[in-house]
T-cell receptor
Framework: RKEVEQDPGPFNVPEGATVAFNCTYS??????FFWYRQDCRKEPKLLMS???SGNEDGRFTAQLNRASQYISLLIRDSKLSDSATYLC???????????FGTGTRLTIIP | DTAVSQTPKYLVTQMGNDKSIKCEQN?????MYWYKQDSKKFLKIMFS???????INETVPNRFSPKSPDKAHLNLHINSLELGDSAVYFC?????????????FGPGTRLTVL
């Protein structure tokens, strides 16, 4: 089983729709969780950290379910500019090592 | 005023050559990293340094040798390049190197080995 697993997509979603991705992780000792965004041929950038109580940043909501070992990302009222690959990232060992999922590719269609 | 910069942006070279990629961060961060992103877009850590000290060394062939002359710089030297080394190499930095840190990535170096 991969340490961090995501549906690679692609997800093709009409503008204005709501879209959600899940990501599962294998190590129950994982401590920190993040969503990064990577645009085509660009570097990954932090979208948001994921906290145990769930957190929201504008149209984006992240949730953590430790019992089932998954994190989710919800995007409401999607915009064309949301088209990107969304990387689920987990810190497993408590040090600075991040383990990246392979990413979920999202395309917002006008 | 780029936060994390890498040179070169593109590198095309023949198999068997030796090449270096440079990385610099002006964020005052203590920790720097090298990642490799292969053709399937899988991003995997190679090395991390904290204040010039090697912290993480994943299972990377010893043809790859990182060097950190100071905490703002982390260079990657690759000997005897192989076809399988073709990938995008990202440098990153983080403030302290702890589990909650955000990592800031450079723009990447696209290496093509012919």
């Amino acid at each position: 089983r991969k340490e961090v697993e995501q549906d690679p997509g692609p997800f093709n979603v009409p503008e204005g729709a709501t879209v959600a991705f899940n990501c599962t992780y294998s190590n129950s000792a994982s401590q920190s969780f993040f969503w990064y965004r990577q645009d085509c041929r660009k570097e990954p950038k932090l979208l948001m950290s994921v906290y145990s109580s769930g957190n929201e940043d504008g149209r984006f909501t992240a949730q953590l379910n430790r019992a089932s070992q998954y994190i989710s990302l919800l995007i409401r009222d999607s915009k064309l500019s949301d088209s990107a690959t969304y990387l689920c990232v987990v810190n497993i060992g408590g040090n600075e090592k991040l383990t990246f999922g392979t990413g979920t590719r999202l395309t917002i269609i006008p | 005023d780029t936060a994390v910069s890498q040179t070169p942006k593109y590198l095309v070279t023949q198999m068997g050559n030796d090449k270096s990629i440079k990385c610099e961060q002006n964020l005052g961060h203590d920790t720097m990293y090298w990642y490799k992103q292969d053709s399937k877009k899988f991003l995997k850590i190679m090395f991390s340094y904290n204040n010039k000290e090697l912290i993480i060394n994943e299972t990377v062939p010893n043809r790859f040798s990182p060097k950190s002359p100071d905490k703002a710089h982390l260079n990657l030297h690759i000997n005897s390049l192989e076809l399988g080394d073709s990938a995008v190499y990202f440098c990153a930095s983080s403030p302290r190197g702890d589990s909650t840190d955000t990592q800031y990535f450079g723009p990447g170096t696209r290496l093509t080995v012919l």
